[in-house]
């Protein structure tokens, strides 16, 4: 036996004569459908190389002397820009003020229509100490008859009047500066004179602190991402009171199949609602109590080996394939059966 008779024997796709064989009908209809399967899973494979999957890390979290970037777009449908004011405190007591903040106030007709709006060049109160403004209350009411209005406080008192009875409301939005320690920011009407709060609101159960979360996070986003306080109503209809959102923030690095490195933040969050009543001393506002978690997350793009494409397309092709190939034979067995007539046996 010569060397080509040996690896003639080898061939495992061995060839019929032209003559032998038959195409049929049913075996293009076959053909065809095994065609259009073997195409579609094709590009679903193709599409699925391409793409790219996300690979979670943990690891404990190295950053020291940074900024936390927090972006705040939310709207007060019941509260005039005039009055409203941003607190910014963190866990060592003091306010930090960072001279690259920048924060809007847009003014906001009853239909939610932009009139005006407001640059806050200084969002944070040096006064303040503390979460709460108890200790301010009490100094301000030793202070009620002490205080006189001037021109300036009378026609603040007007303006203010008069926005609230034409349901103006106000948009804040913008990005905070602060320090990468747990701490707290709040929307309120703090800023005011307490004896002036008195006058335009006649207490702190009529501020409506009704709000709209339009977009809050703590630094880029990037795909995938999902803030769960973006596009929160909280809407009062009855006693006012005070909201406060506890907000657990994870560090987060986005790696991108570049290369590139997005650093940011995701967090969770629990809800707290506390009404008021006409015996509190304190005044409504909304609270986004904030802490770091000591973990940060990495996620990274990555996209699967030519190999493991290879070995999935050759699968599903070769699967369709053989699968039509049985088809085939099974309708051409029918079809023959069914069309071939029985002979008749000779009647003697």
Not at 180 to 205: D, K, P, Y
Not at 250 to 270: A, D, R, W
Not at 283 to 289: D, E, N, Q, R
Request: hydrophobic share 40%; charged share 20%; proline share 4%.
């Amino acid at each position: 036996m010569g060397v080509k008779q040996v690896i003639k024997n080898l061939d495992a796709f061995p060839r019929a004569e032209d003559h032998l064989l038959q195409k049929t009908q049913s075996g293009a209809v076959v053909s065809i459908v095994g065609l259009f399967i073997m195409a579609t899973l094709f590009l679903h494979e193709l599409t699925y190389y391409v793409s790219t999957y996300t690979v979670h890390e943990m690891a404990v979290d190295l950053k020291r002397g940074e900024t936390l970037p927090i972006h705040i777009n939310m709207s007060f449908p019941s509260l005039p820009c005039q009055v409203l004011s941003v607190d910014a405190i963190d866990m060592s007591g003091k306010h930090e003020v960072d001279l690259d903040t920048n924060i809007w106030k847009l003014r906001l007709s009853r239909e939610g229509v932009i009139i005006g709006t407001e640059y806050l060049s200084d969002l944070v109160e040096k006064g303040h100490t503390s979460h709460n403004h108890e200790n301010e209350t009490d100094h301000h009411h030793a202070k009620v008859h002490l205080d006189k209005f001037d021109d300036e406080a009378e026609n603040m008192i007007k303006t203010v009047k008069q926005a609230l009875a034409n349901g103006e409301g106000c948009r804040v939005y913008g990005v905070l500066d602060v320090q990468r320690v747990a701490g707290n920011f709040h929307i309120s009407v703090h800023g005011l004179n307490i004896f002036v709060a008195q006058m335009i609101f006649e207490g702190a159960t009529h501020v409506n602190v009704s709000h709209v979360i339009h977009d809050l996070s703590f630094g880029p986003k990037y795909p995938g991402i999902h803030n769960p306080l973006d596009d929160t109503n909280r809407i009062l209809h009855g006693a006012s009171g005070t909201f406060k959102y506890y907000i657990k923030i994870v560090p987060t690095e986005y790696k991108y199949i570049s290369k590139e490195v997005l650093p940011t933040n995701q967090f969770s969050v629990t809800e707290y609602f506390s009404p008021m009543n006409e015996y509190d001393r304190t005044w409504p506002a909304v609270y986004f109590l904030y802490d770091l978690s000591p973990i940060t997350v990495t996620i990274k793009e990555e996209r699967r080996s030519f190999i493991h494409f290879i070995t999935r397309l050759c699968a599903v092709l070769g699967g369709t394939f053989a699968l039509t190939g049985m088809l085939d034979r099974w309708m051409f067995r029918i079809l023959e059966a069914v069309t071939t007539p029985t002979p008749r046996r000779s009647m003697r």
